[in-house]
């Protein structure tokens, strides 16, 4: 798993859970050294991104830039502010809402890698 935060707190307790769920993560705090990361190869099976983010690159712009480059790795939303979920909403995209429930989580991730398996036995 990939988790894009750029708060270092909520970025630890996302990972935490991730890992208390049996995922090996990696974090990037800016959509760009997600990207990065993903250029150079590393072995990600669904990013985890929240939608706010600075440094020119929002969730949802990473989302779409990752479905662009990378269009078997699905790509999980999260973001607590309602202009967030309206945007996220707008473009389709996989959503969770903050906070949220480990079960829920656990629920969207089973759903989004369940889907990409599906779609990659159709090739």
Same mark, same amino acid.
């Given at each position: 798993?990939?988790?894009?935060? *750029?708060?270092?707190?909520?970025?630890?307790?996302?990972?935490?859970?991730?890992?208390? +769920?049996?995922?090996?993560?990696?974090?990037?705090?800016?959509?760009?050294?997600?990207? *990065?990361? +993903?250029?150079?190869?590393?072995?990600?099976?669904?990013?985890?991104? *929240?939608?706010?983010?600075?440094?020119?690159? *929002?969730?949802?712009?990473?989302?779409?830039? =990752?479905?662009?480059?990378?269009?078997?790795?699905?790509?999980?939303?999260?973001?607590?502010?309602?202009?967030? =979920?309206?945007?996220v909403n707008t473009a389709g995209l996989a959503f969770i809402v903050k906070p949220y429930r480990t079960e829920e989580l656990t629920r969207k991730i089973r759903d989004l890698l369940t889907?990409?398996?599906?779609?990659?036995?159709?090739?």
């Amino acid at each position: 798993m990939l988790v894009v935060e *750029d708060d270092q707190e909520v970025a630890s307790v996302a990972s935490d859970l991730l890992e208390e +769920l049996g995922y090996s993560v990696r974090r990037a705090y800016r959509a760009q050294a997600a990207l *990065d990361m +993903l250029r150079k190869g590393a072995p990600i099976d669904l990013a985890f991104s *929240d939608v706010i983010m600075p440094g020119g690159m *929002d969730g949802v712009e990473l989302a779409q830039e =990752i479905h662009r480059n990378f269009p078997s790795l699905p790509v999980l939303l999260t973001s607590g502010y309602n202009d967030a =979920i309206e945007k996220v909403n707008t473009a389709g995209l996989a959503f969770i809402v903050k906070p949220y429930r480990t079960e829920e989580l656990t629920r969207k991730i089973r759903d989004l890698l369940t889907a990409g398996v599906s779609e990659a036995e159709h090739l």
